[in-house]
């Protein structure tokens, strides 16, 4: 752990949904055990198809019928169902429910979206902001391998928005999202990142030059893509 087990210290079962709805209109999880003749994933597979073509209501079918069965990606899948309304009556509430719980049970991309939950605070009589929060659940998300919460975790720590300002630790957190990111657009924005911080300190280098001069060059395209 970058920080220790002292820094963001929430004890998991204390962090609960803020409101008395739950996930109690899905169906109940149950331990859940891959069979070899099939694919675990194809629930979550199955279901990202049917939203990728719009077919929603079969898409928030297959992702229940995956709860059902244990498979926690497809909480966080109907999670952002519920978030944007698609094949269901929009609930952030739900949506929060879903992340969680899928959080909970360690999957790394519910908890990269439940920290935009907690950071943003959209909903602040369900969820106000809460950047410490976003921050325990950002640093899980990277300590398994999320490199867009290692990257919110840095700028958060770099800034110290709401949370007590770390500009080293955030820059070994850009390491990680870096290593973590490999080839991919946020490897442009953990770059830019990193040279403006190099150009706030004074510590930039001719190579560093470089690229931000081909970042002034590129203008509105690299722009468009942070």
């Not at 928030?60 to 952002?80: H, K, M, Q, S, Y």
Request: proline share 8%; charged share 20%.
């Amino acid at each position: 752990f970058l920080f220790g087990d002292n820094l963001f210290v929430k004890d998991d079962s204390s962090v609960v949904p803020r409101s008395k709805e739950t996930l109690s209109t899905l169906p109940p999880a149950k331990p859940w055990a891959p069979n070899p003749a099939t694919d675990p994933n194809q629930r979550q597979s199955q279901g990202l198809q049917h939203r990728e073509s719009m077919r929603y209501p079969e898409a928030v079918e297959e992702f229940r019928n995956g709860i059902a069965e244990g498979v926690t990606p497809c909480l966080d899948e109907l999670g952002w169902l519920y978030l944007t309304g698609q094949g269901v009556t929009k609930s952030p509430r739900l949506a929060y429910a879903c992340f969680l719980q899928a959080a909970q049970q360690g999957n790394p991309n519910a908890r990269r979206n439940l920290g935009y939950q907690l950071f943003l605070g959209e909903h602040p009589d369900l969820v106000p902001p809460d950047p410490e929060l976003a921050a325990f659940w950002w640093q899980r998300g990277m300590e398994a391998g999320e490199p867009q919460c290692a990257f919110q975790l840095a700028n958060l720590l770099y800034t110290g928005n709401g949370i007590p300002q770390d500009q080293v630790q955030a820059r070994e957190c850009w390491k990680t999202a870096a290593a973590l990111a490999g080839e991919s657009r946020l490897q442009v924005q953990i770059t830019f990142a990193q040279l403006a911080d190099r150009l706030f300190t004074g510590k930039l280098t001719g190579t560093d030059r470089g690229q931000l001069s081909k970042f002034a060059r590129e203008g509105n395209k690299t722009a468009a893509s942070l």
